[in-house]
Structure formats: structure tokens, C-alpha cells
């Protein structure tokens, strides 16, 4: 590690500024008039989610995964836009932000599916509903926790996941749900196929307060699995699966029990929905998202960050091979806030650094290179910088420019042709 102190980053760097150029040049072009109506409407859309992946984040990854010249799925898409991240603060939280995505409107750290005044909004996900379509919510996650539950549900705080777990079940009524969280569909004493307080983190066990709404959704006509080989040979389209008690993953301090390596990894998990969902003649809105990108930031934990979001990005081309079969598929990349504040930074003995959870990680290899770069970190919550998204297929350009988090939900329901309605 000494010997690789002195390695110069300047093409790196050279390239990221380069790529940041490139950013700045596209968003920066108007987005389409609004009396540009979308060309035809989106049958189905794909969102991902890479929790607290901002753009430092998209750009580690990338050169850990392909190297400076190189492209992730994520990246190769034709439109660019930033988004501008606050709820009703300048800093966001999942719940907020995932808010005012699935519905439109600026809201308090905290809450699902529900505005400032604690009312509750329609999600996009309902909208999709009411048209016929399937939905769906896969995670690394649990399945309830903020960023599906915005789309799928309302509660005025994000800690109530049971009410999320029931209301996903017999209100919004999504048809396939596929993550973490068992803990949350069994009442406490009654553990599932995950055991209570297992090794690698005791503080877990079943906790639900709204009954066994695992039997509650047999009973509803879904099938429920929790193992790789029951997903894969499940049929019908309401499908069911919790893979492990609460993350798929334990996103403890670096080398101290930090694990990622889900049962089910999130590529199977996106091609299992899409293969569901897509029976639908009438399409399917599918949200996923990508937990450990930002809970290994929170812990500033570089490595762990960059393989989740690795996995993220072999999601992402699972999907853009469906959308390439299916030209009337949307599928947009983005995040919810950024995390950590992570920056790209050259291996150098002399530059500052903070200690502690904040030190620099590193060096990491460029791929396709001799070079190396070191990730530094700035907090271990998160920040109010601009997010990325990017965006392919059917009416992608919408995704263009620079905008409001809530403007991603104004143009999904463009795209969609569907009307608001409060």
C-alpha cells in the first residue's frame, strides 16, 4: 500500500472532470416544452434506486467496474438530468424524497406516501393500478422499508413497516414484493423461515404488529418464497418472497461484520419481477432499489459501496435487455439523496484526510489500468448535493434538464399519460 502512495491519478481525474463536463452539457439544455406532449405513452417503467448514490459515487464505481474509458449499464443511456434533492429541509431522508417521487410533493423527513400536512397522496404506483397495470417493489432492503413503502403506502412515520407490510397487501395491493424485512410480517415469538437473533446480528427477530400477514397473503392468492429456487419456479403474477429478517446484507463497520452477499442476489430478483409483471398486457410499473449503497456510505465504507452498486448496474442491464425487446419500456436510473459525501480523490501520502469512520479508503484499482484512486468521506449522514438520473426508452428525453425532485413523479405520469387527480 506504501509503495502505491505516490501513484498519480491525473488521468483519472482528468477524465472525471471530462465526464463532469459532459453532465453539465446535457443537462443544461432545455427539457422538452411543456406543450411537447410525450411522443406516445410509456407501457412499462423500470426505476432504480441506488440509495444515497450520487454522482462521486456513480463515478467509483464505474472506475472500479470498467475503468476510466469504460461505460456502466447505468451510464450508457442516452438523457442526463440533476435533480435537486430537499424535502421540506434542505437535507432529505428516504421517506421524503421516495415521496416526492412516487407522488409529487415535498414532504417531512419521515414520511410515506403522506404531504407536510400529514395527508395522504396518491403514489404513481396507485395511479398504475387504477390503469390496469401490475406493479411491483424489489429491494435489497425490507420490503417495507422507506423508499418501496413511499410508493406503495401511508403512514405518517416510516417506522411503522407492519403497516406497511398490510396495507401493501390489501390497499395499494402490489403484485410483486421481493426483499427483506420478515421481521416485520410475523408478530414477535412466532419466527419465519429467517431464525430469530442469529449470529451475525442478535438484534433481529420477528416484530410485527399486524398479525401473520405472511398467512394473510396465501390467503390473498400470493405465493411466497424465500429461497432462490422457490423464486425462480414460482408462477402466477402475485408473488411474495422476504430473503432474509431485515437487510439482505449487515452493513457493520469495515471488516467488523460487513457482509454483502445476498441469498437472492438483486439481478435475479429484477428479472424475476419483470418476468412476472410483464404478463400483463397492459404493463407494469416496477420500482428497485439498491439499499447498500447507502448504508455501507453511512458507515463509509468505500468497498462495500462500490460491490452494491456493482450489483445495482447488472440489474440495471437486466432491465435495459428487456427494454430493448420491449421499445415501449422506460427505465430510469436515479437516487434519492446523496450519502456520506464521498469524493474521488489521487493517492497521495500528503493529502489531508479525516480518521476514525472518515479516513480514506483505499487505493482501489482502476479497471483496465495501472492506476489506482482512494474514496474520501466528508459525514457518515447524508448531504444536499444534486442526484443524477438517467434515463432510456420510451420517452426518456422527459428526463432531461435540471429539476425538482417532485418533477420526476410530473413526468412519469406523463410518460404514462395518466391524469393527477388530489
Given amino acids: 500500500m506504501v509503495s502505491q502512495k505516490k501513484i498519480g491519478l491525473k488521468s483519472t481525474l482528468a477524465a472525471t472532470a471530462a465526464a463532469a463536463l459532459v453532465v453539465t452539457s446535457i443537462v443544461a439544455t432545455p427539457s422538452n416544452d411543456k406543450a411537447e406532449a410525450a411522443s406516445s405513452q410509456t407501457k412499462n417503467v423500470i426505476l432504480f434506486v441506488g440509495d444515497g448514490m450520487g454522482t462521486a459515487a456513480r463515478n467509483a464505481i464505474r472506475l472500479a467496474t470498467v475503468g476510466e ?91 411503522k413497516q407492519s403497516d406497511i407490510a398490510l396495507q401493501y397487501l390489501t390497499k395499494s395491493k402490489i403484485d410483486v414484493l421481493l426483499g427483506g424485512g420478515e421481521d416485520f410480517w410475523y408478530p414477535a415469538g412466532e419466527p419465519g423461515k429467517f431464525k430469530d437473533e442469529p449470529a451475525e446480528d442478535p438484534s433481529e427477530k420477528s416484530k410485527g404488529t399486524q398479525g401473520n400477514l405472511i398467512n394473510k397473503a396465501k390467503q390473498l392468492g400470493y405465493s411466497y418464497v424465500s429461497n432462490k429456487t422457490d423464486m425462480q419456479k414460482a ?131 482502476i479497471a483496465n489500468s495501472k492506476f489506482n484512486f482512494v474514496v474520501d468521506w466528508t459525514t457518515s449522514g447524508h448531504t444536499a448535493v444534486d442526484v443524477p438520473v438517467t434515463a432510456t426508452g420510451k420517452n426518456a428525453q422527459l428526463f432531461a434538464g435540471s429539476f425538482e425532485n417532485t418533477e420526476i413523479f410530473t413526468k412519469l405520469m406523463q410518460a404514462l399519460g395518466f391524469k393527477a387527480h388530489r
Fill in 235 to 365: 408462477k402466477g403474477g402475485k408473488l411474495l418472497g422476504l430473503f432474509a429478517n431485515e437487510e439482505m446484507f449487515q452493513q457493520r463497520a469495515e471488516g467488523e461484520g460487513d457482509i454483502y452477499n445476498p441469498v437472492v442476489s438483486l439481478p435475479d430478483m429484477t428479472k424475476k419481477a419483470i418476468d412476472t409483471l410483464s404478463a400483463n398486457k397492459k404493463g407494469f410499473f416496477l420500482m428497485v432499489e439498491e439499499e447498500g449503497t447507502d448504508e455501507f456510505a453511512h458507515q463509509n465504507n468505500a468497498k462495500m459501496t462500490i460491490k452494491a452498486g456493482q450489483q445495482l448496474d447488472r440489474s440495471v442491464q437486466v432491465a435495459k435487455d428487456f427494454a430493448k425487446k420491449n421499445p415501449d419500456t422506460l427505465v430510469l436510473v436515479l437516487a434519492d439523496h446523496e450519502t456520506g459525501g464521498l469524493s474521488i480523490e489521487e493517492v497521495d501520502a500528503n493529502d489531508e484526510t479525516g480518521d476514525g469512520i472518515s479516513k480514506e479508503d483505499g487505493p482501489f484499482a
Fill in 69 to 159: 474509458k469504460g461505460s456502466l449499464a447505468m451510464d450508457a443511456m442516452p438523457f442526463v438530468g440533476l435533480i435537486h434533492t430537499s424535502s421540506t429541509v434542505p437535507v432529505t431522508d428516504s421517506a421524503a424524497s421516495a415521496t416526492a417521487y412516487a407522488s409529487g410533493v415535498k414532504t417531512y423527513n419521515g414520511a410515506i406516501g403522506m404531504d407536510a400536512d400529514k395527508k395522504s397522496v396518491k403514489t404513481i404506483m396507485e395511479y398504475a393500478k387504477d390503469a390496469g397495470k401490475s406493479t411491483g417493489v424489489v429491494t435489497t432492503s425490507q420490503v417495507t422499508d422507506a423508499t418501496g413503502a413511499a410508493f406503495g403506502a401511508h403512514v405518517e412515520d416510516r417506522s
